[in-house]
């Protein structure tokens, strides 16, 4: 990747580090579905009418709107069994993992032993951080639901890298387009009181945790992401959200004061070094090659 691609990439996962953060915000202010339907209505909204349909069946459209809304249910009912916003960004972190196998059997890309070593010290890194965190309050059921939600937006990641035809920002504000109402009658239905009472008691911080999920994470961010995988292969792009439970942990000690363990500093070293150790060997494959061209 190009020094632009990765700042890029580190811009995009930092936004995304205080995604849990900023989510575990709005659930004082909206029930769960409906930050969730509200965060892709307005990333869709008015957008949809500025840009183009990109050219691709709608089915496929639909396809990835959908499992972005499972994605968004999963994660959503884990904030609600109260796991804690820095473990939330840890186990989101394992997308990293699924993404390069489901890159590998779906996509038919390799992996070279410098990559797999990479993922494997970052993997330890959060490995590390997990056992000093814990699963808190949300339990079992709240670490399978982020599991699963971390699976989804693999196949979100690799579905964004097959169908890389037309504008990437297109292709993301049409895909928010799905989700709003599933949401919407998800929570109409499971959190009615709820949803009558945050629509009556709107408030201005309610508000901008709202523009921050949609149009910083939901647009900005992802249409971010969604650049560099069309540009790049998903094992190179991936390894980088791996920096986002490292901006979660700080940033949920500095809101929610929890508290930033050893084996989080540590964990969160190994993660760098993972990062760092695949951009060093990147950078040589790309000099080596320009050499030979020579």
Request: hydrophobic share 55%; proline share 4%; charged share 10%.
């Amino acid at each position: 990747m190009s020094a632009k691609h990765t700042l890029l990439a580190m811009l995009a996962v930092s936004i995304w580090g205080f995604f849990p953060v900023v989510c575990k915000l709005g659930l004082g202010h909206f029930p769960p579905m409906m930050i969730g339907g509200f965060r892709f209505l307005f990333a869709a909204i008015p957008f949809v009418f500025i840009f183009k349909r990109p050219q691709i069946p709608f089915k496929h459209i639909f396809l990835m709107g959908m499992v972005l809304t499972i994605h968004t249910i999963a994660f959503m009912l884990a904030l609600k069994k109260n796991v804690g916003a820095g473990m939330t960004s840890i186990l989101m972190e394992s997308q990293v993992f699924f993404t390069a196998l489901l890159s590998i059997v779906v996509l038919r890309h390799r992996m070279t032993v410098q990559q797999a070593l990479s993922l494997f010290l970052a993997f330890s890194g959060v490995v590390v951080i997990g056992s000093g965190v814990g699963i808190e309050s949300g339990g079992m059921i709240g670490f399978l639901l982020l599991l699963i939600a971390a699976f989804l937006w693999g196949i979100n990641n690799v579905q964004m890298n097959y169908f890389n035809e037309g504008n990437a920002l297109s292709l993301v504000v049409w895909i928010s387009l799905i989700p709003p109402i599933p949401l919407f009658i998800f929570s109409y239905f499971t959190e009615h009181d709820a949803m009558i009472n945050a629509l009556q008691n709107m408030t201005i911080q309610g508000t901008s945790i709202i523009f921050f999920l949609a149009i910083i994470s939901g647009v900005g961010a992802l249409w971010i992401w969604c650049h560099l995988l069309r540009k790049n292969e998903p094992t190179l792009v991936a390894p980088f959200a791996l920096l986002s439970p490292v901006i979660g942990i700080i940033g949920s000690r500095f809101v929610f004061k929890e508290v930033l363990s050893p084996q989080s500093i540590i964990g969160s070293v190994l993660i760098l070094s993972g990062l760092l150790y695949l951009q060093v060997v990147t950078y040589r494959k790309k000099r080596a090659n320009l050499i030979s061209q020579k």
